[in-house]
């Protein structure tokens, strides 16, 4: 499985980002899909994270009521809508994704396949 992230960029605090995702390759095996993030002088964390059947997702306190992610199953693709955005927002997001649904479904340790970052740059 390949992932294809896209979408980042330098925006405004208080400004709106969507990143994208796509995934190739044998993606009828993935049951999760998410985002993570790593700041600088940080450890990567994650973001939001969706099962492929949209029937769990997850949200870092940091980012509920602001991000959405969502997933087109057809498009082999989950995005990523940032609202609200700010400088604490600032970061590399990665896009990762994992043929099982385990206990750790949500954190970086349950996933198999990563996709190169996108940078996202908040400024004041």
């Known amino acids: 499985v390949q992932l294809q992230a896209s979408g980042g960029g330098l925006v405004q605090a208080g400004g709106s980002l969507r990143l994208s995702c796509v995934a190739s390759g044998r993606t009828g095996s993935i049951r999760i899909m998410g985002w993570f993030r790593q700041a600088p002088g940080k450890e990567r964390e994650s973001v939001a994270v969706i099962r492929r059947s949209g029937a769990s997702t997850y949200y870092a306190d940091s980012v509920k009521g602001r991000f959405t992610i969502s997933r087109d199953n057809a498009k082999n693709t989950v995005y990523l809508q940032m609202n609200s955005l700010n400088i604490e927002d600032t970061a590399v997001y990665y896009c990762?994704?994992?043929?099982?649904?385990?206990?750790?479904?949500?954190?970086?340790?349950?996933?198999?396949?990563w996709g190169k970052g996108t940078q996202v740059t908040v400024s004041s």
């Open positions: 990762a994704a994992s043929y099982l649904f385990g206990s750790n479904w949500f954190l970086q340790e349950g996933m198999d396949y």
